[in-house]
Protein backbone atom coordinates (compact mmCIF):
# COMPACT_ATOMS: atom_id res chain seq x y z
CA UNK A 1 0.00 0.00 0.00
CA UNK A 2 1.62 3.50 -1.22
CA UNK A 3 1.66 5.67 2.56
CA UNK A 4 4.70 7.32 1.97
CA UNK A 5 6.05 10.81 0.03
CA UNK A 6 9.34 10.50 -1.30
CA UNK A 7 11.62 14.28 -1.71
CA UNK A 8 13.69 13.52 -4.28
CA UNK A 9 16.58 15.99 -5.14
CA UNK A 10 18.47 16.39 -8.23
CA UNK A 11 20.78 18.58 -9.50
CA UNK A 12 18.32 19.48 -12.99
CA UNK A 13 15.69 16.91 -13.54
CA UNK A 14 13.29 16.97 -14.67
CA UNK A 15 14.63 19.64 -17.22
CA UNK A 16 16.74 19.44 -19.62
CA UNK A 17 18.18 16.17 -20.57
CA UNK A 18 20.19 16.02 -17.34
CA UNK A 19 20.42 12.97 -15.11
CA UNK A 20 18.53 11.00 -17.98
CA UNK A 21 18.70 8.00 -16.45
CA UNK A 22 15.81 9.36 -13.72
CA UNK A 23 13.45 9.48 -16.95
CA UNK A 24 12.88 5.17 -16.12
CA UNK A 25 13.55 5.04 -12.58
CA UNK A 26 10.66 7.76 -11.74
CA UNK A 27 8.32 5.86 -13.12
CA UNK A 28 9.02 2.78 -11.21
CA UNK A 29 9.48 5.18 -7.79
CA UNK A 30 6.14 6.75 -8.79
CA UNK A 31 4.07 3.54 -8.65
CA UNK A 32 4.90 3.04 -4.96
CA UNK A 33 4.73 6.26 -3.57
CA UNK A 34 1.95 8.15 -2.81
CA UNK A 35 3.26 11.03 -3.68
CA UNK A 36 6.84 12.33 -4.69
CA UNK A 37 8.37 15.94 -4.54
CA UNK A 38 11.39 16.43 -7.13
CA UNK A 39 13.24 19.15 -5.78
CA UNK A 40 16.16 20.96 -7.97
CA UNK A 41 18.99 22.31 -6.52
CA UNK A 42 20.25 24.41 -9.36
CA UNK A 43 18.10 27.09 -11.29
CA UNK A 44 17.99 25.44 -14.77
CA UNK A 45 18.91 27.25 -17.97
CA UNK A 46 16.68 25.03 -19.74
CA UNK A 47 12.71 24.84 -18.59
CA UNK A 48 11.72 22.37 -20.81
CA UNK A 49 10.51 19.63 -18.31
CA UNK A 50 10.37 16.16 -19.60
CA UNK A 51 6.85 14.30 -19.07
CA UNK A 52 6.64 13.28 -15.26
CA UNK A 53 3.93 10.78 -13.84
CA UNK A 54 1.35 12.20 -12.42
CA UNK A 55 1.74 12.24 -8.26
CA UNK A 56 5.30 14.39 -9.23
CA UNK A 57 5.71 17.95 -8.13
CA UNK A 58 9.11 20.14 -8.82
CA UNK A 59 10.25 22.32 -6.74
CA UNK A 60 13.59 24.47 -7.91
CA UNK A 61 16.12 25.39 -5.01
CA UNK A 62 18.71 27.84 -5.85
CA UNK A 63 21.31 27.31 -3.52
CA UNK A 64 24.06 29.83 -4.79
CA UNK A 65 24.68 32.30 -2.29
CA UNK A 66 26.11 35.66 -3.53
CA UNK A 67 26.67 37.42 0.05
CA UNK A 68 30.62 37.03 0.97
CA UNK A 69 29.28 37.04 4.47
CA UNK A 70 27.74 34.47 3.93
CA UNK A 71 30.01 32.29 2.21
CA UNK A 72 32.41 33.34 5.47
CA UNK A 73 30.18 32.90 8.12
CA UNK A 74 30.61 28.92 8.39
CA UNK A 75 34.50 29.29 8.49
CA UNK A 76 34.19 28.68 12.10
CA UNK A 77 31.41 26.59 12.07
CA UNK A 78 32.27 22.23 13.89
CA UNK A 79 31.17 20.88 11.08
CA UNK A 80 33.91 22.52 8.42
CA UNK A 81 36.79 22.35 11.08
CA UNK A 82 35.93 18.58 11.23
CA UNK A 83 36.28 18.13 7.49
CA UNK A 84 39.66 19.76 7.75
CA UNK A 85 40.95 17.53 10.34
CA UNK A 86 39.28 14.52 8.18
CA UNK A 87 40.99 15.08 5.38
CA UNK A 88 44.17 15.41 6.96
CA UNK A 89 43.65 12.40 9.69
CA UNK A 90 41.63 10.43 8.28
CA UNK A 91 41.82 10.51 4.62
CA UNK A 92 45.87 11.18 4.76
CA UNK A 93 45.53 14.48 2.52
CA UNK A 94 47.08 17.80 2.21
CA UNK A 95 44.77 20.46 3.41
CA UNK A 96 45.27 23.04 0.17
CA UNK A 97 43.42 26.22 -0.43
CA UNK A 98 41.55 24.23 -3.10
CA UNK A 99 40.61 21.60 -0.50
CA UNK A 100 39.16 24.84 1.95
CA UNK A 101 37.48 26.55 -0.37
CA UNK A 102 35.65 23.48 -1.97
CA UNK A 103 34.66 22.33 1.88
CA UNK A 104 33.11 25.57 3.00
CA UNK A 105 31.18 26.77 -0.35
CA UNK A 106 29.48 22.79 0.03
CA UNK A 107 28.87 23.66 3.49
CA UNK A 108 27.44 26.69 2.37
CA UNK A 109 24.94 25.50 -0.11
CA UNK A 110 24.33 22.52 1.84
CA UNK A 111 23.16 24.45 4.52
CA UNK A 112 20.95 26.92 2.20
CA UNK A 113 19.05 23.73 0.93
CA UNK A 114 18.78 22.02 4.36
CA UNK A 115 16.77 25.48 5.48
CA UNK A 116 14.30 24.60 2.36
CA UNK A 117 14.24 20.74 2.88
CA UNK A 118 12.85 21.51 6.83
CA UNK A 119 9.84 22.54 5.43
CA UNK A 120 9.17 18.95 4.38
CA UNK A 121 10.18 16.72 7.26
CA UNK A 122 7.33 14.89 8.24
CA UNK A 123 7.36 11.01 10.12
CA UNK A 124 5.96 9.79 6.30
CA UNK A 125 8.92 11.24 4.00
CA UNK A 126 11.94 9.56 2.90
CA UNK A 127 14.38 11.95 1.76
CA UNK A 128 16.25 10.61 -2.00
CA UNK A 129 19.06 12.64 -2.99
CA UNK A 130 20.21 11.12 -6.32
CA UNK A 131 24.22 12.04 -6.15
CA UNK A 132 26.25 12.02 -3.22
CA UNK A 133 27.01 15.65 -3.38
CA UNK A 134 25.70 18.94 -1.75
CA UNK A 135 21.92 17.91 -1.58
CA UNK A 136 23.12 14.99 0.17
CA UNK A 137 24.79 16.51 2.80
CA UNK A 138 21.96 18.95 2.88
CA UNK A 139 19.97 16.19 4.39
CA UNK A 140 22.66 15.42 7.08
CA UNK A 141 21.35 18.49 8.92
CA UNK A 142 17.81 16.88 8.94
CA UNK A 143 16.32 15.58 12.39
CA UNK A 144 17.98 12.27 12.59
CA UNK A 145 14.42 10.72 12.64
CA UNK A 146 13.76 11.57 9.42
CA UNK A 147 14.81 9.08 6.93
CA UNK A 148 17.35 9.82 4.07
CA UNK A 149 19.48 7.84 1.38
CA UNK A 150 21.63 8.60 -1.80
CA UNK A 151 22.98 7.31 -4.42
CA UNK A 152 26.68 7.50 -5.81
CA UNK A 153 27.80 7.20 -9.32
CA UNK A 154 31.05 8.27 -10.46
CA UNK A 155 31.84 12.23 -9.80
CA UNK A 156 30.49 11.68 -6.55
CA UNK A 157 32.54 8.47 -5.44
CA UNK A 158 35.54 8.13 -7.47
CA UNK A 159 38.18 10.53 -5.51
CA UNK A 160 40.33 10.65 -8.61
CA UNK A 161 37.68 12.06 -10.32
CA UNK A 162 38.12 15.32 -8.89
CA UNK A 163 40.40 18.02 -8.77
CA UNK A 164 43.28 17.30 -6.24
CA UNK A 165 41.65 14.43 -5.52
CA UNK A 166 39.19 15.59 -3.04
CA UNK A 167 35.52 14.61 -2.22
CA UNK A 168 34.43 16.98 0.65
CA UNK A 169 32.28 15.12 3.97
CA UNK A 170 32.45 11.86 2.70
CA UNK A 171 32.75 10.81 6.27
CA UNK A 172 30.15 12.92 7.32
CA UNK A 173 27.61 11.08 4.57
CA UNK A 174 28.56 7.45 5.91
CA UNK A 175 27.72 8.38 9.32
CA UNK A 176 24.53 10.32 8.82
CA UNK A 177 22.60 8.57 5.85
CA UNK A 178 20.35 5.79 6.35
CA UNK A 179 21.75 3.96 3.45
CA UNK A 180 24.24 5.16 0.47
CA UNK A 181 23.49 3.10 -2.69
CA UNK A 182 26.41 2.91 -4.90
CA UNK A 183 25.38 1.55 -8.60
CA UNK A 184 28.25 -0.74 -9.12
CA UNK A 185 30.29 -3.20 -6.92
CA UNK A 186 32.99 -1.35 -7.60
CA UNK A 187 31.90 2.15 -6.43
CA UNK A 188 30.73 -0.23 -3.37
CA UNK A 189 34.50 -1.65 -2.54
CA UNK A 190 35.80 2.23 -3.49
CA UNK A 191 33.66 3.64 -0.98
CA UNK A 192 34.47 0.58 2.36
CA UNK A 193 38.45 1.31 0.78
CA UNK A 194 38.80 4.97 0.58
CA UNK A 195 36.08 7.00 1.94
CA UNK A 196 37.83 6.98 5.79
CA UNK A 197 35.12 4.72 7.63
CA UNK A 198 35.81 1.44 9.19
CA UNK A 199 33.67 -1.07 8.26
CA UNK A 200 30.13 1.08 7.09
CA UNK A 201 27.34 -1.02 7.28
CA UNK A 202 24.62 0.83 5.31
CA UNK A 203 26.17 0.48 2.05
CA UNK A 204 24.22 -1.30 -0.59
CA UNK A 205 24.97 -2.08 -4.15
CA UNK A 206 21.91 -0.69 -6.36
CA UNK A 207 22.25 -1.05 -9.61
CA UNK A 208 20.89 1.08 -12.88
CA UNK A 209 19.13 -0.29 -15.59
CA UNK A 210 17.10 0.21 -18.92
CA UNK A 211 14.03 -1.11 -20.47
CA UNK A 212 14.03 -4.27 -22.88
CA UNK A 213 14.22 -4.15 -26.30
CA UNK A 214 14.35 -7.26 -28.84
CA UNK A 215 17.70 -8.04 -30.30
CA UNK A 216 18.75 -5.53 -32.90
CA UNK A 217 22.12 -6.50 -34.42
CA UNK A 218 24.03 -6.18 -37.96
CA UNK A 219 27.71 -7.66 -38.06
CA UNK A 220 27.99 -7.23 -41.55
CA UNK A 221 27.15 -3.44 -41.53
CA UNK A 222 30.02 -2.69 -39.60
CA UNK A 223 28.56 0.06 -38.04
CA UNK A 224 30.48 1.04 -34.94
CA UNK A 225 28.92 3.67 -32.32
CA UNK A 226 30.04 5.64 -29.76
CA UNK A 227 27.98 7.46 -27.20
CA UNK A 228 29.68 10.13 -24.45
CA UNK A 229 29.96 13.53 -23.90
CA UNK A 230 32.70 15.00 -25.99
CA UNK A 231 35.14 16.10 -23.16
CA UNK A 232 38.72 14.54 -22.36
CA UNK A 233 37.62 11.84 -19.50
CA UNK A 234 35.75 10.20 -22.24
CA UNK A 235 38.80 10.23 -24.89
CA UNK A 236 37.12 10.09 -28.05
CA UNK A 237 40.57 11.63 -29.51
CA UNK A 238 42.20 8.26 -29.11
CA UNK A 239 38.89 6.47 -30.77
CA UNK A 240 39.49 8.63 -33.66
CA UNK A 241 42.95 7.98 -33.64
CA UNK A 242 42.73 4.26 -33.78
CA UNK A 243 39.46 4.43 -35.98
CA UNK A 244 42.50 5.88 -38.39
CA UNK A 245 44.94 3.03 -38.19
CA UNK A 246 41.91 0.20 -39.28
CA UNK A 247 42.16 -1.21 -42.71
CA UNK A 248 38.51 -1.96 -43.32
CA UNK A 249 35.68 0.04 -44.56
CA UNK A 250 33.87 0.76 -41.83
CA UNK A 251 31.40 3.32 -40.60
CA UNK A 252 31.28 5.15 -37.21
CA UNK A 253 28.94 7.83 -35.88
CA UNK A 254 29.33 9.06 -32.49
CA UNK A 255 25.75 10.84 -30.10
CA UNK A 256 26.69 13.55 -27.45
CA UNK A 257 27.89 16.78 -27.50
CA UNK A 258 30.45 18.70 -25.35
CA UNK A 259 33.30 21.59 -25.37
CA UNK A 260 35.70 18.97 -27.42
CA UNK A 261 33.29 18.72 -29.95
CA UNK A 262 34.74 20.99 -32.71
CA UNK A 263 38.40 19.86 -31.92
CA UNK A 264 37.48 15.88 -32.49
CA UNK A 265 35.51 17.48 -35.29
CA UNK A 266 38.52 18.40 -36.77
CA UNK A 267 40.69 15.90 -36.38
CA UNK A 268 38.22 13.46 -37.56
CA UNK A 269 38.19 15.22 -40.62
CA UNK A 270 42.14 15.74 -40.73
CA UNK A 271 43.14 12.00 -39.77
CA UNK A 272 40.38 9.70 -40.87
CA UNK A 273 40.64 7.80 -44.09
CA UNK A 274 38.26 7.32 -46.82
CA UNK A 275 37.83 3.61 -45.88
CA UNK A 276 36.19 5.15 -42.49
CA UNK A 277 32.17 6.89 -42.96
CA UNK A 278 31.89 9.01 -39.85
CA UNK A 279 29.03 11.40 -38.59
CA UNK A 280 28.60 13.31 -35.36
CA UNK A 281 25.06 13.13 -34.40
CA UNK A 282 25.56 15.50 -31.43
CA UNK A 283 23.40 14.93 -28.21
CA UNK A 284 20.07 13.69 -29.07
CA UNK A 285 16.91 12.25 -26.88
CA UNK A 286 17.05 9.32 -25.53
CA UNK A 287 14.00 7.94 -27.55
CA UNK A 288 15.83 9.22 -30.72
CA UNK A 289 19.17 6.96 -30.08
CA UNK A 290 17.06 4.07 -29.02
CA UNK A 291 15.45 4.24 -32.20
CA UNK A 292 18.69 4.39 -33.98
CA UNK A 293 19.81 1.68 -32.14
CA UNK A 294 16.56 -0.65 -33.56
CA UNK A 295 16.40 0.79 -37.30
CA UNK A 296 20.38 0.96 -38.18
CA UNK A 297 21.33 -2.48 -35.84
CA UNK A 298 24.80 -1.65 -34.71
CA UNK A 299 27.57 -4.31 -35.08
CA UNK A 300 29.86 -2.90 -31.99
CA UNK A 301 29.46 -0.52 -29.68
CA UNK A 302 32.86 1.26 -28.26
CA UNK A 303 33.54 3.39 -25.00
CA UNK A 304 37.37 4.41 -24.40
CA UNK A 305 36.56 6.35 -20.98
CA UNK A 306 39.40 6.91 -18.51
CA UNK A 307 36.90 6.67 -15.84
CA UNK A 308 33.19 5.67 -15.46
CA UNK A 309 30.90 4.89 -12.65
CA UNK A 310 29.05 2.15 -14.31
CA UNK A 311 27.95 2.98 -18.08
CA UNK A 312 24.37 3.52 -18.95
CA UNK A 313 25.18 3.86 -22.77
CA UNK A 314 26.80 0.52 -22.63
CA UNK A 315 23.63 -1.10 -20.97
CA UNK A 316 21.59 0.22 -23.73
CA UNK A 317 23.38 -1.25 -26.20
CA UNK A 318 23.86 -5.00 -24.54
CA UNK A 319 20.04 -4.46 -24.12
CA UNK A 320 19.50 -4.93 -27.89
CA UNK A 321 22.32 -7.72 -28.18
CA UNK A 322 25.18 -5.27 -29.17
CA UNK A 323 29.02 -6.52 -28.79
CA UNK A 324 31.00 -4.32 -26.50
CA UNK A 325 34.62 -2.87 -26.65
CA UNK A 326 35.28 -0.83 -23.34
CA UNK A 327 37.96 0.18 -21.19
CA UNK A 328 38.41 -1.33 -17.58
CA UNK A 329 37.72 1.65 -15.30
CA UNK A 330 35.07 1.92 -12.43
CA UNK A 331 32.40 -0.71 -12.62
CA UNK A 332 32.45 -1.30 -16.53
CA UNK A 333 34.21 -4.64 -15.73
CA UNK A 334 31.02 -5.78 -13.74
CA UNK A 335 29.33 -4.85 -17.58
CA UNK A 336 31.75 -6.32 -20.28
CA UNK A 337 33.52 -9.32 -20.21
CA UNK A 338 35.63 -11.52 -22.91
CA UNK A 339 32.67 -13.14 -23.97
CA UNK A 340 30.53 -10.53 -24.57
CA UNK A 341 33.01 -8.64 -25.78
CA UNK A 342 35.65 -7.01 -25.15
CA UNK A 343 37.06 -5.80 -21.96
CA UNK A 344 40.22 -3.10 -22.62
CA UNK A 345 43.21 -2.27 -20.67
CA UNK A 346 42.57 1.54 -19.28
CA UNK A 347 45.67 2.35 -20.84
CA UNK A 348 45.57 0.66 -24.51
CA UNK A 349 47.54 1.73 -27.26
CA UNK A 350 45.61 2.81 -30.67
CA UNK A 351 47.60 0.11 -32.42
CA UNK A 352 46.08 -2.68 -30.07
CA UNK A 353 42.71 -1.51 -30.25
CA UNK A 354 42.84 -0.67 -33.91
CA UNK A 355 43.89 -4.51 -34.11
CA UNK A 356 40.54 -5.77 -31.88
CA UNK A 357 38.50 -3.97 -34.33
CA UNK A 358 39.88 -5.79 -37.40
CA UNK A 359 39.96 -9.36 -35.32
CA UNK A 360 36.24 -9.00 -34.35
CA UNK A 361 35.14 -8.23 -37.76
CA UNK A 362 36.98 -10.62 -38.98
CA UNK A 363 35.16 -13.46 -37.16
CA UNK A 364 33.09 -15.87 -38.24
CA UNK A 365 28.93 -14.84 -38.40
CA UNK A 366 28.30 -17.43 -35.58
CA UNK A 367 31.02 -16.41 -33.32
CA UNK A 368 29.83 -12.74 -33.51
CA UNK A 369 26.26 -14.45 -32.77
CA UNK A 370 27.15 -15.88 -29.76
CA UNK A 371 28.92 -12.56 -28.38
CA UNK A 372 25.85 -10.89 -29.29
CA UNK A 373 23.71 -13.32 -27.13
CA UNK A 374 26.27 -12.90 -24.44
CA UNK A 375 25.62 -9.26 -24.16
CA UNK A 376 22.13 -9.08 -24.41
CA UNK A 377 21.97 -11.96 -20.99
CA UNK A 378 24.38 -9.45 -19.34
CA UNK A 379 21.81 -6.93 -19.24
CA UNK A 380 18.90 -9.40 -18.55
CA UNK A 381 20.65 -10.46 -15.47
CA UNK A 382 21.93 -8.04 -14.24
CA UNK A 383 20.73 -4.60 -15.97
CA UNK A 384 16.86 -5.12 -16.45
CA UNK A 385 15.15 -1.68 -15.01
CA UNK A 386 11.89 -3.27 -14.63
CA UNK A 387 13.91 -5.65 -12.08
CA UNK A 388 16.33 -3.10 -10.50
CA UNK A 389 14.28 -0.51 -10.50
CA UNK A 390 10.93 -2.42 -9.06
CA UNK A 391 13.37 -3.56 -6.25
CA UNK A 392 14.80 -0.62 -5.33
CA UNK A 393 11.92 1.49 -5.30
CA UNK A 394 10.00 -1.36 -2.91
CA UNK A 395 13.66 -1.12 -0.67
CA UNK A 396 12.74 2.92 -0.07
CA UNK A 397 9.18 2.14 0.59
CA UNK A 398 10.18 0.26 3.20
CA UNK A 399 13.36 1.70 5.34
Known sequence: MKNKTLVL????????????????????????FEKIIICVSTLPSDLE??????????KIFNSKSTSHFRKLVNIFNPTYLQELFNISFKLGKRITVYKMKVALQYLNESKSIA????????????????????????????????????????????????????????????????????ISQDGKD???????????????????????????????????????????????????????????????????????????????????????????????????????????????FINVSESEGIPVSIMEAASFGIPIMATDVGGTKELVNNKNGVLLNKNFTTESLALEIEKFFALEQIEVQKISLKAHLTWELNYNAEKNYSEFANKLLNL
Open 115 to 182: KKLKSLENSNTLFYSYWSDKNALAMTFLNKATKKIARCHRWDLYFESQPEDYLPYRNLLIRNLDKIYP
Open 190 to 300: EIINKWGVKNPKNIEVARLGVKPQALAFDFNKKLIVSCSNLIKVKRIELLIETLSKVQSSINWVHFGDGRDREKLENQARESLPKNVNYHFYGSIGNSELLEFYKTEKVSL
Open 9 to 32: MTEGFPYGRSEAFLETEIIYLSQV
Open 49 to 58: SRILPNNCAV
